[in-house]
């Protein structure tokens, strides 16, 4: 039976924005080589923390909202442990009818989110491109 979750994790900062990417892409194919369907992302990228972690003032965030069978959780705590690029990171399962409700909402926002973050790329590089 697949459930509703949520995952946020934070990276390192000192880390380039191409390691950055292949980390979050490490997660989603994690997520997805065991049976998870991904309903949406939210990049909130580099953030001051509320205290140093690992002597780290900064960290990277990025949240998966996704629907999973229950074992999933178990390999996914087990790679981010064993990750020394991920610094903390949280699981919330969602499971009755008003907390999915709450989940389908956070994940109309973050798809929002993410679509005006893309429009606004969209004309700088058309910008650049004509320059």
Do not use: C
Not at 61 to 84: G, M
Not at 92 to 108: D, F, G, M, S, T
């Amino acid at each position: 039976m697949t459930r509703h979750y949520e995952t946020l994790f934070v990276i390192k900062p000192t880390l380039t924005e191409e390691e950055i990417k292949a980390q979050i892409e490490g997660v989603k194919s994690t997520l997805e080589e065991n049976g998870a369907e991904i309903a949406a992302t939210f990049d909130w990228g580099m953030r001051k923390l509320a205290y140093e972690i690992e002597k780290n003032p900064r960290g990277y965030y990025y949240v998966i909202y996704y629907k999973a069978p229950s074992t999933l959780i178990k390999e996914l705590e087990r790679n981010f442990r064993y990750n020394e690029e991920i610094i903390r990171f949280m699981n919330v399962k969602y499971e009755n009818k008003k907390e999915i409700k709450a989940w389908q909402n956070l994940v109309n926002r973050a798809g929002a989110a993410s679509a005006k973050k893309e429009e606004a790329a969209k004309p700088a590089e058309t910008e650049s491109e004509t320059a």
